[in-house]
């Protein structure tokens, strides 16, 4: 059954907080796609590979995220949207740690696959959920909050990765997203509603 007309309206804290939460998904995709191709030479100077193997790095997360995003959007559909948020973001946590601790390039390549995953689950539930708490010009002003956010990461996550790069090593990179991650998770577990739309 659908779910959408029966919510009632939340209060303004609640929805900030899951505004909050889906603006630092939308954040961690740009991140996550420019730091790490940042970070390629100070990670090949460290682990080795081929020139291959260094490519995805890149090539894999935006596989994943990209073949992912519409399936994602469906299963939040069927199961819930603050479900598969919340699993995709601890996916996407999760698989940053790993890649801070990540042995080689292989684990690199596999690891990075995972985190499209749970970013494509997080941002296309993020953004239906997103739907549900707004109406009218609100729901304008806050899917524009989203654009800027994925705007903001395009134009400084070479800055920050660069920055952590020189002063703590590119491992770094993946604390960081895991960081935002995890803080969007917990939002979203204490704000976010339960919606669906089997149909």
């Known amino acids: 059954m659908d779910t959408n007309h029966r919510m009632k309206p939340a209060s303004p804290a609640r929805r900030a907080f899951v505004l909050a939460a889906v603006c630092l998904a939308a954040l961690c995709m740009p991140l996550s796609f420019t730091g790490p191709a940042i970070a390629i030479p100070a990670i090949a100077a460290d682990l080795h590979g081929t020139p291959l193997a260094l490519a995805w790095i890149t090539n894999a997360f935006m596989l994943s995220f990209g073949g992912c995003l519409m399936v994602a959007g469906a ?99 993946f604390i960081a ?3 935002a991650g995890l803080a969007a998770l917990l939002a979203a577990a204490r704000a976010m509603r339960e919606s669906r739309d089997p149909q």
Request: net charge positive.
């Open 75 to 173: 299963l939040a559909d069927r199961y819930g949207r603050k479900r598969v948020f919340l699993l995709g973001m601890g996916v996407f946590s999760a698989a940053a740690l790993a890649l801070s601790a990540a042995p080689g390039i292989v684990w690199l390549d596999v690891l990075r696959a995972v985190q499209g995953l749970g970013c494509a689950m997080a941002l296309s539930s993020g953004l239906a959920a997103l739907a549900q708490e707004f109406d009218g010009p609100a729901r304008a002003r806050a899917f524009s909050l989203i654009g800027t956010a994925f705007g903001v990461g395009l134009a400084f996550g070479p800055f920050l990765a660069g920055t952590l790069i020189t002063r703590t090593g590119w491992r770094a990179i």
């Open 177 to 179: 997203t895991a960081a």
